[in-house]
């Protein structure tokens, strides 16, 4: 059972926008940044959005991040079928010192 | 470019001390913005964060909650590199291990190419 929670699975059509939700608490997302990460299968996860809404050189603008409150969304438009991949969310949890990701969602782009 | 390169091996016994290390190219060990993590995965358990080891004038660790008992991270100055050691495996133990550098805020940004450990006798 992770800290944080995400739907197991999305799906959409290429072309479209989809949304994750990543839900937490006021120790974890209430009170820190959020992160999300890309992962393909037998592939490290990469990071793909940082300090809530932040992009890494070379992450697309089709991918944005934001926060309100104990729970963060990762948006992406214009799906394409290389975004089929398992998306995490991640913090930081203040009152135990650790670090907490969600449990994943697999993208599917139908 | 900073780049993680893991080593050690692929199966160890239940009861024994499983070790990883990762050698860190393109940056140092010691620099004082960032942090070094371990980080596994498994089917069962997802992502879990086991560790960091970061410096800040000295060397200070952070580790999960449920690992404290058997977990230790190491920085090597010298070789440039940390590592893992955790004690008293079981099979519940086996997953993917990777070592990770952190930037600020938790943005875990380099990845390393992942170790997957077995317990099994």
């Known amino acids: 059972q992770s800290v944080l929670t995400q739907p197991p699975s999305v799906s959409a059509a290429p072309g479209q926008k989809v949304t994750i939700s990543c839900s937490g608490s006021s120790s974890n997302i209430g009170n820190y940044y959020v992160s999300w990460y890309q992962q393909f299968p037998g592939t490290a996860p990469k990071l793909l959005i940082y300090?809530?809404?932040e992009r890494p050189s070379g992450i697309p603008d089709r991918f944005s991040g934001s926060k309100s409150g104990t729970s963060a969304t990762l948006g992406i438009t214009g799906l394409q079928t290389g975004d089929e991949a398992d998306y995490y969310c991640?913090?930081?949890?203040?009152?135990?010192?650790?670090?907490?990701f969600g449990g994943g969602t697999k993208l599917t782009v139908l | 470019q900073v780049q993680l390169q893991q080593s050690g091996p692929g199966l160890v016994k239940p009861s024994q001390t499983l070790s990883l290390t990762c050698a860190i190219s393109?940056?140092?060990?010691?620099?004082?913005?960032?942090?070094w993590n371990w980080i596994r995965q498994s089917p069962s358990r997802g992502l879990e964060w086991l560790g960091r080891t970061y410096y800040r004038s000295k060397w200070f660790n952070d580790f999960a909650v449920s690992l404290k008992s058997r977990i230790s991270i190491n920085a090597d100055t010298s070789k440039n590199q940390f590592s893992l050691q955790l004690n008293s495996v079981t099979p519940d133990d086996t997953a993917v291990y990777y070592c990770?550098?952190?930037?600020?805020?938790?943005?875990?940004?380099?990845w390393g190419q992942g170790t997957l450990v077995t317990v099994s006798s």
């Open positions: 300090d809530n809404n």
């Open positions: 991640g913090t930081w949890d203040s009152s135990l010192s650790v670090g907490v």
């Open positions: 990770v550098r952190e930037l600020t805020h938790w943005s875990l940004e380099c």
């Open positions: 393109g940056d140092s060990v010691s620099n004082n913005n960032v942090a």
